[in-house]
């Protein structure tokens, strides 16, 4: 685990980095915040289709190969892409690779969590987020400050060399899913949505409201929001990003092993829809509403873990079918985006921010509805 621990770490230093500055950038280079959607959504529509096929490429020929073999390759090629880009059709080109390395990264992680810790599985995808916004936090820091003191270019530079280091743990990982994992009998077959029941499209449709919560708000209205209205310096803007992920990281820690009870889902759903009501103020009010966010965030991910383990945790094609559960939260991605960025730019950052609040809470209870079901493994839960 501590392989893929440092897989992750550097993955999410990489985009807690690119999270900040791509937005930061296009700004800076007078780009509206409607054509910044446009670009930013590229990623996820890309992701729904390439983490589908990683998927069942990892399935057949075994996960770890899909970290040496695209991953790496990926976080090294889209930060040299972003750093040799004049204009934001050369960025999109940037997302584009960038949703390679991250539907690749997905594709394989919580197989190699389901794989390498059977026993614990639930446990570490939780612990796995922390990682991740550890990762982020570090990341968000580091380009707030970097983008201040060095500029942008200098940023991705230093970027590029944390994007290459993933390859030192991935190639030490070459040969562990070899013989862990059996390939399918069928390549494309996995590949149809058909014969998954009711349950594990509800389960879909939960992870889907999590991101509808979560991605177009620090992937998008949250950089913008913090330097076009609040006028925040990028240094402010990348300490409040490591703030958001370290909170969100020690709420996870602090999480592991308690109870998935509906008090604790009611009480963290009320606390996302009020607070997300003060996101829009000045002064103190948009940090603190902030960082209770962080909190409710990372205090509420073993809903999101525990949904897909309840449903997938023996399938056959386990990459694939993890995959194809987050097809519609991918698909969420992309339209909150496009939608975000043009609500935002027309009606103002105000009506995004509460929408997302109460999206949060739906996400906790459909979860929590999957994780209490009577049906208990994936194959309860598929009919073929």
Same mark, same amino acid.
């Given at each position: ?12 230093? @990489?985009?807690?980095?690119? &999270? ?54 990926? /976080? ?31 594709? *394989? ?20 987020? /922390? ?13 707030? +400050? ?15 060399? %944390?994007? +290459?280091?993933?390859?030192?743990? /991935? %190639? #030490?990982?070459?040969? &562990? ?30 992870? #889907?409201?999590?991101?509808?919560? @979560? ?10 929001? $913090? ?47 009020? *607070? ?25 991910? /073993?809903?999101?873990?525990? &949904?897909?383990?309840? %449903? ?11 995959? #194809?559960?987050?097809?519609? $939260? ?24 509460? %929408?997302?609040?109460?999206? #949060? ?14 049906? @208990?493994? *994936? ?6």
């Amino acid at each position: 685990m501590k392989r893929v621990n440092a897989i992750t770490f550097f993955n999410y230093f @990489t985009s807690g980095a690119l &999270t900040l500055l791509i937005p930061l950038l296009l700004l800076a280079k007078h780009v509206n915040v409607a054509i910044i959607g446009l670009v930013l959504s590229i990623l996820p529509l890309v992701f729904l289709v390439a983490r589908l096929v990683f998927s069942s490429i990892a399935d057949y020929v075994g996960w770890s190969h899909v970290f040496v073999l695209i991953n790496w390759p990926a /976080a090294f090629l889209s930060t040299l892409i972003y750093y040799f880009s004049p204009t934001w059709p050369f960025f999109a080109l940037g997302k584009l690779v960038e949703a390679l390395r991250e539907s690749s990264y997905w594709a *394989v992680s919580r197989t190699a969590i389901y794989h390498l810790s059977p026993h614990r599985a639930g446990r570490e995808a939780t612990k796995m987020n /922390a990682v991740i916004w550890i990762g982020m936090a570090l990341g968000g820091v580091a380009a707030g +400050l970097g983008s201040g003191f060095l500029g942008f270019s200098s940023s991705l530079a230093v970027l590029a060399l %944390v994007a +290459l280091a993933i390859g030192v743990p /991935a %190639v #030490m990982l070459w040969k &562990t899913s070899a013989k862990s994992i059996s390939k399918t009998e069928h390549f494309v077959n996995p590949l149809n949505p058909k014969g998954r029941s009711r349950l594990f499209w509800i389960a879909s449709v939960a992870l #889907m409201f999590n991101s509808l919560a @979560t991605y177009p708000l620090v992937n998008l209205l949250f950089p913008v929001f $913090m330097s076009e209205k609040l006028e925040y310096s990028y240094v402010t803007i990348g300490v409040l990003f490591m703030l958001y992920y370290a909170i969100s990281a020690a709420a996870t820690w602090l999480s592991v092993g308690r109870s998935l009870t509906r008090k604790r889902a009611a009480g963290l759903s009320c606390v996302s829809v009020v *607070v997300s009501v003060f996101l829009a103020g000045s002064g103190l009010i948009f940090p603190a509403a902030l960082l209770i966010l962080a909190f409710v965030r990372g205090y509420g991910v /073993a809903y999101f873990e525990h &949904t897909v383990l309840k %449903v997938a945790k023996d399938s056959k094609n386990l990459s694939l079918d993890i995959g #194809m559960l987050h097809a519609p $939260m991918r698909l969420a991605e992309f339209s909150s985006l496009v939608a975000g960025g043009f609500i935002a730019q027309t009606l103002g950052f105000a009506p995004v921010f509460i %929408v997302c609040g109460v999206f #949060m809470g739906v996400h906790i209870f459909m979860s929590l509805y999957v994780i209490t079901n009577k049906s @208990t493994t *994936v194959a309860n839960l598929l009919k073929t």
